[in-house]
């Protein structure tokens, strides 16, 4: 913890990562916000406003008295979300670079295959 975003961001993205690798899959509990904060070593506020974020965007959901869990279906939902944050920020400008270049969408795709050719 300590890439120079806030605290709460980076709780949120680290329980989104878990939760993208199958570390918490759906319907799993995680870790209270008191182990949250223990274990950041950190504010209990801090890691509640970053759990809250994914509960904000159905991420997460209380059981009242429970605890936190995973929702379901949120794996597919972070993919979605972070699959169009990657055709927002890679694929457009690369498709305005390969505009400029006179490239086709054939020939971008016989680059992309090349790259990612094993």
């Known amino acids: 913890m300590d890439d120079g975003r806030p605290l ?13 690798d199958g570390t918490l ?6 870790p209270s916000i008191n182990e949250l904060a223990a ?7 801090t890691a509640l406003k970053g759990v809250n974020l994914l509960v904000d965007d159905v991420i997460l959901y ?7 869990f995973v929702s379901p279906g949120a794996r597919e939902r972070l993919l979605a979300d972070r ?4 055709a927002q920020s890679h694929i457009r400008p690369l498709a ?3 505009l400029s270049l006179g490239l086709t ?14």
């Open 62 to 68: 209380k059981r009242r008295g429970i605890g936190m």
């Open 39 to 45: 274990f950041h070593r950190i504010n209990p506020a």
């Open 96 to 98: 305005e670079r390969a």
């Open 83 to 86: 699959r169009a944050q990657f």
């Open 25 to 30: 899959p759906e319907e799993s509990q995680v």
């Open 105 to 118: 969408a054939d020939q971008v795709q016989d680059m992309i295959r090349k790259e990612m050719a094993p």
């Open 8 to 20: 709460f961001l980076q709780i949120a993205d680290a329980l989104e990562a878990q939760i993208l």
